[in-house]
């Protein structure tokens, strides 16, 4: 079968574009029709195999030409570049998660399968993990969930902080995950650590005494704030932290809250008990993201898939974002505010676009006519920044569209993307508690 594979696949290559396109097409309605018939009708793995490609093969061409509707989906060669393509700066590394370790923190209307199926975790892995250990239906806000995954995307590890006392690893384990607890013995204690700025933010917290990790919280707390490269000589900042301490050693710590002063100006972020930061009136700190890059929703055309198998080589080839069906010259809107990193063509993305929000988001615009906007340009939720095309490898017009979330591409159709909303109610009230318990500790 492989060698069949690559056979046709140089067989393919040679051949000139348009009949490449009209090949890749029947490609792929032939082996969808081939996958996806067994799931429905065949569950024992012999069927599989055998019964239904020979079926498939004996298609005539009449049948495969009532099916070339769907074949002229536009799909691109999903070969995304790699994030490396975007600048770092000493920031990044700071803010930038342990290797492979991927975090989550609960929020409202979270499962663990929704958080997990996001980030593209099959759903075979969540239900195997699920099924043992039920109690992970009781996630509750504000709690933190961290996986690892194999160089397949298969799920290795998923660690569940329940409490700062109490923490559930998940260890892959056969078919199956097996579940240890971890009880802590240390005693949390709050420290105030304060500094003012000589030289970049980075060497002036660490004179502070803010470890690698605790300087990564607050640049993310602060992050729809502050650009933390305009920051001078002289800006003051006070940090209180909740460490965990045994033996006179810090075990692990929580940001409870941060005060910048830059330019006469004073920023604050506080964390209220889902885990998230707010100002001193209990308002959202993020503008929200638009859902969609276009101005009216378009069909999606291919989805978001790890695991996405390139119909044509038989590889596995990630497809890192989601392709609309979007007629070319189409305006592409930035789907929240940020600066614009990369501005580039030539390539199997063709003409495209990548924008950072914040410190942990990014999101990326491919296959573009015409790029509106440059390297470095601020912008705003909702700026045209390209017409949209069909360059690149691509088979027809269509945009495709990522979102990065520290550095791993997840669903944009289903992530959970920052939103606006401050605190209300009786949620307000406990954080407008917390202000008033925190702020004074602050002050510079
Ligand atoms: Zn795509």
New binding site residues.
Partial sequence: MQLLARSIALAYNNLPRPHRVMLGSLTVVTLAVAVWKPFVYHTDQDSYQSKPISKQVLLDTQQVRSLLPEASEPI?D?DSPPATDIPKDELDDKTENETGVHEYVVSTGDTLSSILNQYGIDMSDISALAAQNTELRNLKIGQQLSWTVNDDGELQRVTWEKSRRETVTYDKSGSGFKASTQTLKGEWQDKVLKGTLDGSFVSSAKDAGLSNAEIGAVVKALQWQMDFKKLRKGDQFSVLMSREMLDGKSQQSELSGVHLRSGGKDYYAIRADDGKFYDRSGSGLARGFLRFPTLKQYRVS?NFNPRRMNPVTGRIAP?R?V?FAVPIGTPVLAVGDGEVVVVNGGGAAGNYVAIRHGRQYMTRYMHLRKALVKPGQKIKRGDRIALSGNTGRSTGPHL?FEVWINNIAVNPLTAKLPRSEGLSGKDLRDYLATVREVMPQLKI
Avoid: E, K, R
């Fill in positions: 691109d999903n291919s497809h974002g392709d495709h």
